[in-house]
């Protein structure tokens, strides 16, 4: 099947600071997706991205979904506490909604 | 609350048994899936439907079989289990492919077998 590398595999930042992580295919997708997990929940949807060249941000979170259509990138902006958890990257390639996952990046913030 | 339920969240088997891992989920979407979460992996498919009555296969549909009898509840089932089933399952659902707002995800069931 189709392989998304993400990067980086965890962070260890201080409070304030940006965090940024992408996602590389070698195949097209035609969204992208990013989710954030907590421990013990599922997945919970940050961002969607739909056409290549988007731009998108929620609050302090911004992501981009990359010209050739198999990379997306996403930005976490003034870190606080909260932001503490696991990133992944998702892109869907067909119309059945099936996603295929990026491994996560692991974000540990320090006060 | 709407949202996708899983049950039980924890279970332990023993090789070789067999389970079943229920999903329902209250918003009346089409579109439900099952996946596993395995440590340092991300979700793989497993088995999906898109619609009542309907099943297809994920990228690791192997030792395990589903059914979706009812719009609302989509089943995974394990007819013998082995120990490389032991992982994190996460059913989700979603009202269309294209939707919005993308899948709404259950809190997930940790199963080990031993």
């Known amino acids: 099947g189709q392989q998304l590398n993400q990067s980086p595999q965890s962070m260890f930042i201080q409070e304030g600071e940006d965090v940024s992580m992408n996602c590389t295919s070698s195949s097209i997708f035609n969204t992208w997706l990013w989710y954030k997990q907590e421990p013990g929940e599922g997945p919970v949807l940050l961002i969607a991205l739909y056409k290549a060249g988007e731009l998108t941000s929620n609050g302090r979170l911004t992501a981009q979904f990359g010209i050739t259509r198999k990379d997306s990138f996403l930005n976490i902006s003034a870190s606080i506490p909260s932001d503490v958890g696991i990133y992944f990257c998702?892109?869907?390639?067909?119309?059945?909604?099936?996603?295929?996952f990026g491994a996560g990046t692991q974000v540990v913030v320090t006060p | 609350n709407a949202g996708v339920t899983q049950t039980p969240k924890f279970r332990v088997l023993k090789t070789g048994q067999s389970m079943t891992l229920l999903c329902a989920q209250d918003?009346?979407?089409?579109?439900m899936y099952w996946y596993r979460q395995d440590p340092g992996m991300g979700l793989r498919l497993i088995h999906y439907?898109?619609?009542?009555?309907?099943?297809a296969k994920g990228e690791v549909p192997d030792g395990y079989n589903v059914s979706r009898l009812k719009k609302q509840n989509f089943l995974l089932g394990l007819e013998s289990a082995a120990p490389s089933q032991t992982s994190v399952y996460f059913c989700?659902?979603?009202?269309?492919?294209?939707?919005?707002?993308?899948?709404?995800f259950g809190s997930g069931t940790r199963l080990t077998v031993v």
């Open positions: 989700a659902s979603r009202r269309l492919p294209d939707s919005t707002y993308g899948y709404t």
């Open positions: 998702a892109g869907q390639a067909d119309s059945w909604g099936k996603l295929q």
């Open positions: 918003m009346n979407h089409e579109y």
């Open positions: 439907s898109v619609g009542e009555g309907t099943t």
